[in-house]
């Protein structure tokens, strides 16, 4: 597996900007699709975005379509998520998460490798 080190989360006013940043080790990063997922409390973890492991290809939740770009830095081992606009309900825990899929999967089920989680936290 790839071990996965997440950072960047912090306390945000709403309308404000935060980039989450992922460290991969372990493993040939650009085998991997990679993503982000939230779980805010009581609510069960979410998908957010997604990108395939040459970059080319990008999905991304509803919610923050627009306002969220994933990018990824392979020569680096590095995923990022810079968010844009943030409202009250981006707070959540944020995961990063790889898998050996071919494409910028949405399926938590896709993802075999997780981080710990970086706080993100948006005040209204």
């Known amino acids: 597996q790839v071990q996965l080190v997440e950072s960047g989360g912090g306390l945000v006013q709403a309308g404000g900007s935060l980039r989450l940043s992922c460290a991969a080790s372990g493993r040939t990063f650009s085998n991997y699709a990679m993503g982000w997922f939230r779980q805010a409390p009581g609510k069960e973890r979410e998908f957010v975005a997604a990108?395939?492991?040459?970059?080319?290809?990008?999905n991304y939740a509803d919610s923050v379509k627009g306002r969220f770009t994933i990018s990824r830095d392979n020569a680096k081992n590095t995923v990022y998520l810079q968010m844009n606009s943030l409202k009250a309900e981006d707070t959540a825990v944020y995961y990063c998460a790889a898998g050996l899929t071919t494409y910028a999967s949405s399926r938590r089920t896709d993802f075999g490798s997780w981080g710990q989680g970086t706080q993100v936290t948006v005040s209204s």
């Open positions: 990108i395939s492991r040459s970059g080319v290809s990008t």
